[in-house]
Every structure is written in C-alpha cells, then in structure tokens.
C-alpha cells in the first residue's frame, strides 16, 4: 500500500491567489459603476484576463461571489480586523475603529448606497459587528425601551454611511470617528442613568 504525497507548489499557490485576488477586484469594479447592482462573471473575466471557466471555478455561483467580496472588502477596509466590542465601555473605541478605517477606503461610500449585491455583500460583511452592538447595549440592563431606542441609534451610526454623512455636513473627515465615538458615549451614558432608575 503506497500513501502519495499531495503535491504543492508554492508557485501555482501564489498565481492561483492573484488570480482570485484579480477576478474580486474585476467584480468591485463593476459594483463600483453608477447604477450597476450585479455581477457579470463574463465582465470580470475579461476585466482580469481570465477565462469565463476560471472565474466560476473560483466562484461557482453568485452566492460565492457575494461571501467572497465580503471577505475581499473586509481585507481592504479592516486589514487588521475588526475587534468586536467586548461591551458597553468599549463600544466607543469600536466605533472610533471602524470609523477611521472606514474613511481611509473610498470604497467604503460605496457600500454606503448599497444596493442588490452591494447590499448583500454589506450584510454579510457587518452581521457579527450589529449582533455585538445588540448585545453591548443589552448588558447595561435598561428598560426595555430605552435599550430599543439606543440600539437602533448605535446601529444607525455603525456604518460607513454614518462618516459619509457627516463629512457631508463640513465635519472635517478626520474629526469624525472622533465625533462618532463621543456620540456613543454619549448613548452609553444615558442607558446607564435609565438602568439605575
């Protein structure tokens, strides 16, 4: 009985992450077009110069295509990560977090508009950051509705279109994580003046 080795070659592995690599940035492109809210598996191919075969051997289906551009844009916004917030106190360095990486990404606005794919891709890409702000707020322990009013607060406020918006209204763009984390503070503070009531 022989046992085969399993052949790697760092070369192929390499060549075979730029090619993804060139085919999601084939598809952010199309996604970043005004008006445009799907892929063309056709488009991207031409756009990285593969072959329509290679960009569905790499993304079989749009189902692949949108987890994969939630992975790709989460590496070029976050390439560090995203440290969810532990709690109620660290909620206001979470969000100054992802605020500044935020608006260091042009990209970033335009997840803000999201719509068809774009919306899915932002969805995937945020559900575990929304469920740790649900359950930050939870643990003060305020009233019920209180805790409703600052969770939908807090989590209008935890996305890029949060920044955009402000930087729209003359808030220099570097002041904004700022601004936003105090306004978190802010939110915390009240819910924890309504829970010892």
Do not use: C
Request: glycine share 6%.
């Amino acid at each position: 009985m022989s046992t085969a080795r399993k052949y790697v070659s760092p070369k192929r592995e390499a060549q075979a992450r730029a090619t993804r690599t060139a085919i999601l940035e084939a598809f952010a492109e199309q996604l970043s077009e005004p008006g445009r809210t799907t892929l063309s598996p056709s488009e991207a191919a031409a756009r990285a110069g593969v072959s329509l075969r290679t960009v569905h051997f790499h993304f079989p289906n749009e189902a692949s295509q949108i987890a994969a551009l939630g992975e790709w844009f989460e590496k070029a916004i976050f390439p560090d990560g995203v440290q969810l917030a532990s709690g109620p106190d660290d909620l206001p360095r979470y969000y100054r977090d992802i605020h500044r990486m935020a608006i260091k990404h042009p990209i970033s606005r335009a997840l803000t508009n999201a719509k068809g794919v774009w919306r899915e891709v932002r969805a995937s890409r945020r559900a575990a950051r929304l469920e740790a702000i649900r359950k930050a707020v939870k643990a003060v322990g305020a009233p019920k509705r209180a805790t409703e009013d600052a969770t939908a607060v807090l989590l209008s406020l935890s996305g890029g279109d949060a920044s955009w918006t402000l930087a729209d209204q003359g808030l220099p763009l570097e002041r904004v994580p700022d601004a936003i984390a105090h306004i978190v503070e802010l939110v915390v503070a009240d819910l924890r003046r309504q829970a010892r009531k």
